[in-house]
């Protein structure tokens, strides 16, 4: 129950500030290490920090070219530290296909397919001839294009709970 509260408040704050708080992240993890250190002993460090660090290198490239957040990345980590790599797995499953589906009505409400996947094709492109990892272009005439990803892991927490548990 408090890792749907603490994201639900994440998401909240997300949507509202374009930010996730420090504070709620570490009172997660916080929480995920006493959790596990309470039901593996000291060996429930170890799992915690595997647990925490999964998220981290997955989502690392992403993060590069600013197409997550550090704060979803958190949220990851959060959830992986609290409840395990079954939990954790199931959560990233639920929440890019969430993302997507939010993405793609985003896209049909704003029209915007065609000009999306041409931004899409410029910059593959772009990185094909430069052979660099660039920033993914962000779009200057507002947030359309703009999904907030914690309400997707909120989701997809809620559903990978129904189903696991």
């Not at 998401?11 to 420090?22: H, L, V």
């Not at 997660?28 to 915690?48: A, D, N, R, Y």
């Not at 992986?80 to 793609?104: K, R």
């Not at 094909?128 to 997707?152: C, D, K």
Request: aromatic share 14%; proline share 1%.
């Amino acid at each position: 129950m408090l890792s749907l509260t603490l994201l639900s408040l994440a998401a909240a704050t997300d949507i509202q500030c374009y930010y996730i708080s420090n504070r709620l992240i570490i009172s997660g993890l916080l929480f995920g290490c006493f959790f596990q250190v309470s039901e593996w002993g000291m060996k429930g460090i170890g799992v915690f920090l595997i647990n925490v660090s999964i998220p981290v290198i997955l989502f690392y490239l992403l993060y590069l070219i600013r197409a997550l957040g550090a704060g979803d990345i958190k949220l990851f980590s959060m959830i992986g530290g609290i409840w395990g790599l079954q939990v954790l797995c199931a959560t990233i499953a639920g929440s890019f296909l969430i993302a997507a589906f939010l993405s793609f009505c985003k896209i049909l409400y704003h029209r915007n397919l065609i000009s999306r996947l041409r931004v899409f094709k410029g910059y593959i492109c772009q990185v094909l001839v430069s052979g660099r990892l660039l920033t993914y272009p962000q779009e200057f005439s507002g947030n359309r294009h703009i999904i907030h990803f914690s309400v997707a892991i909120f989701i997809g927490y809620a559903i990978a709970m129904e189903v696991s548990y």
